[in-house]
T-cell receptor
Framework: EDQVTQSPEALRLQEGESSSLNCSYT??????LFWYRQDPGKGPEFLFT???AGEEKEKERLKATLTKKESFLHITAPKPEDSATYLC?????????FGTGTRLQVFP | KAGVTQTPRYLIKTRGQQVTLSCSPI?????VSWYQQTPGQGLQFLFE???????NKGNFPGRFSGRQFSNSRSEMNVSTLELGDSALYLC????????????FGPGTRLTVT
């Protein structure tokens, strides 16, 4: 069965303390892996798309990487405004499968 | 460019009733997909419409249905509501489909009593 697992469930960081979020997946026919950010009371906001192992994407303090079994979202020197739930989603042949997310809190 | 809009934003219904939710995609986007988000199950894919045709479908019962109009606007219908249908229903649009980034609306919060 296709599955997406994110860890940790929650992460508390001090401002400037870098860390990584993990998204591991088992799917048949991976067609793409997506990272989204969701703030309370809002819909998810697109961050990155990765299509093949070895691919990397960067945006400001965020960097996403992909291997054949997992993806990492690296957060460098986070700020309080980076606090949100980060969702990983995998596109197999006919649906999008989301992980349950990592709730990130960054304290000043 | 205007984002994805969903109406209504909040809805309270009684068990057994039916409900219709509406989604207007970003101009030029031909794919609209629907999701259910609950604290216990997270975000789950309901279905995707492209050019007025349902192209993909998740693992939800037939009480959940949808349609897409020629202007790409989409509606989702849930019949015979159950308490477990209480959730945030999110709509997303994209240029060509699920293999492209999805742009989400703010969601409709449905409460079934």
């Amino acid at each position: 069965e296709d599955q997406v697992t994110q860890s940790p469930e929650a992460l508390r960081l001090q401002e400037g303390e870098s860390s990584s979020l993990n998204c591991s997946y088992t799917v048949s026919g991976l067609r793409g892996l997506f990272w989204y950010r969701q703030d309370p009371g809002k819909g998810p906001e697109f961050l990155f798309t990765l299509y093949s192992a070895g691919e990397e994407k960067e945006k400001e303090r965020l960097k996403a990487t992909l291997t054949k079994k997992e993806s990492f979202l690296h957060i460098t020197a986070p700020k309080p405004e980076d606090s949100a739930t980060y969702l990983c989603a995998v596109h197999n042949t006919d649906k999008l499968i989301f992980g349950t997310g990592t709730r990130l809190q960054v304290f000043p | 460019k205007a984002g994805v809009t969903q109406t209504p934003r909040y809805l309270i219904k009684t068990r057994g009733q039916q409900v219709t939710l509406s989604c207007s995609p970003i101009s030029g986007h031909r794919s609209v997909s629907w999701y259910q988000q609950t604290p216990g199950q997270g975000l789950q894919f309901l279905f995707e419409y492209f050019s007025e045709t349902q192209r993909n479908k998740g693992n939800f019962p037939g009480r959940f249905s949808g349609r897409q109009f020629s202007n790409s606007r989409s509606e989702m219908n849930v019949s015979t509501l159950e308490l477990g249908d209480s959730a945030l229903y999110l709509c997303a649009s994209s240029l060509q489909g699920l293999h492209y980034e999805q742009y989400f609306g703010p969601g409709t919060r449905l409460t079934v009593t």
